[in-house]
């Protein structure tokens, strides 16, 4: 099966390394909020920042101030296209760093900044596709996922076919690159993925093919993976990290006719070991819930239950969740008054106080939906949100 040579992409990056990559300011570009349509699209993506939840497109996006409760556009990043989703992360409280995928004649993999103080997105480094594709490869190139580990970003991509290796470089903040080893590494999750640091190590897992969901665990002292595990094959699963432990929580067994998952998956990240969370999300599971971690447990919020008809399942939007303790079970459900409407892929943020939820309402046309959850009071209250 064909697959990325090892040596040309690491000579491309040592290279690019030393070379580094100089920071390329716009002051020209202008500032928008997201429309409706891109607020539905799959691509938005959202990170937490000092007192701002900030939204993006991959293109557009908009920063909410938590404590002034008020919106404001962000600058058109003006080296962004449309494409593959982006991935979004926080460097500081005042720092986001943004990764994605620009195709056509300038093809490239690209890691920006943007600074919450001046408004202006930086070029922290970019990686030409076209320098380490080669003819007969099956596949296009697609970014995975972008986590901070020890000060540096991981990027974490690969090719689109069954079986092919996830690939990675280390971005330091000067912009220079460093390839990671590719021996041994667990199979690209181009779909629904995760990855979360813990210590100077990543694990990394998700949807591999339609019989199995993998993880395996990059050590970033000794560049090396360690064993993969195979598990119970899901896709569109929720995720949270706690900062020892790691939960996947609901999702879709791939099969012919796809089964709802009632149950969850617990790592120690410590251990580097799996095992079931043995959490109950009802009769039709959940699909795409919005999850995260709070010092109360695991948030987990909407989603759809898959209900079986006479002919084939549907999806029936949800309007329900639960708090679970850490690595407990049962839950504690969540009180509904005021809370957001029915619906699947929401974002989802631990603010510190309370979880910051937003998504499209339950109506197509509806605007954005914006709420906050108390888990300590159980409470729900609409925060302001923006139209354009």
Same mark, same amino acid.
């Given at each position: 099966m064909p697959r990325l040579p090892r040596t040309s992409i690491a000579l491309l990056l040592s290279l690019a390394g030393c070379a580094g990559v100089a920071p390329v300011r716009d002051a020209e570009t202008r500032a928008a909020f997201p429309t409706p349509d891109e607020l +539905?699209?799959?691509?938005? =993506?959202?990170?937490?920042?000092?007192? @701002? =939840? !900030? /939204?993006?497109?991959?293109? $557009?996006?908009?920063?909410?101030? =938590?404590?002034?409760?008020?919106?404001?556009?962000?600058? &058109?990043?003006?080296?962004s296209r449309d494409g593959d989703a982006p991935r979004l992360v926080a460097l500081d409280d005042a720092t986001l760093a943004a990764a994605y995928v620009v195709r056509g004649a300038e093809a490239a993999l690209h890691v920006d900044t943007? @600074?919450?103080? %001046?408004g202006a997105w930086s070029t922290l480094a970019r990686l030409p596709i076209a320098d380490v594709e080669e003819p007969g490869v099956r596949g296009e190139l697609a970014l995975g996922e972008l986590v901070q580990v020890d000060g540096e970003l991981l990027v /974490?991509?690969?090719h689109r076919y069954v079986g092919a290796p996830v690939q990675g470089a280390l971005v330091a903040r000067s912009g220079a690159w460093r390839a990671i080893t590719s021996g041994a590494a667990p199979p690209f999750c181009a779909d629904s993925s995760f990855a979360y640091a813990h210590r100077?190590? !990543?694990?990394?897992?998700?949807?591999?093919?339609? !019989?199995?969901?993998?993880?395996?665990?990059? &050590?970033?002292?000794?560049?090396?993976?360690?064993?993969?595990? &195979?598990?119970?094959?899901?896709?569109?699963?929720?995720?949270?990290?706690?900062?020892?432990?790691?939960?996947? !929580?609901?999702? =879709?067994? %791939? @099969?012919?006719?796809?089964?709802?998952?009632?149950?969850?998956? +617990?790592?120690?990240?410590? &251990?580097?070991?799996? %095992?079931?969370?043995?959490?109950? /999300?009802?009769?039709?599971?959940?699909? %795409?819930?919005? $999850?995260?971690?709070?010092?109360?447990?695991?948030?987990v919020w909407g989603g759809d239950a898959i209900v079986y008809g006479r002919d084939r399942p549907r999806a029936e939007p949800q309007r329900s969740g639960w708090l679970f303790a850490a690595g407990a079970a049962p839950g504690t459900p969540i009180a509904t008054e005021s809370a957001p409407s029915a619906g699947a892929d929401r974002i989802c943020l631990w603010t510190g106080r309370e979880v910051f939820v937003l998504g499209r309402g339950a109506d197509d046309g509806a605007a954005l939906e914006v709420h906050a959850y108390d888990p300590t009071a159980d409470r729900w209250r609409a925060l302001p949100s923006f139209a354009r």
């Open positions: +539905l699209d799959h691509r938005l =993506v959202a990170a937490l920042a000092g007192d @701002s =939840v !900030v /939204l993006w497109t991959g293109r $557009v996006g908009a920063r909410f101030d =938590v404590g002034a409760q008020t919106w404001a556009p962000l600058p &058109e990043n003006p080296w943007y @600074s919450l103080a %001046s /974490l991509f690969g100077g190590r !990543v694990v990394y897992g998700g949807y591999a093919d339609v !019989v199995r969901d993998t993880a395996a665990t990059w &050590e970033r002292r000794a560049d090396a993976w360690g064993p993969v595990h &195979e598990l119970h094959a899901r896709y569109d699963f929720g995720h949270c990290c706690s900062g020892d432990a790691l939960y996947v !929580v609901g999702g =879709v067994w %791939s @099969s012919f006719m796809p089964r709802p998952l009632r149950e969850g998956l +617990l790592h120690a990240l410590a &251990e580097d070991a799996w %095992s079931p969370w043995p959490v109950d /999300l009802g009769p039709g599971g959940r699909r %795409s819930p919005a $999850v995260c971690w709070t010092d109360r447990g695991v948030f």
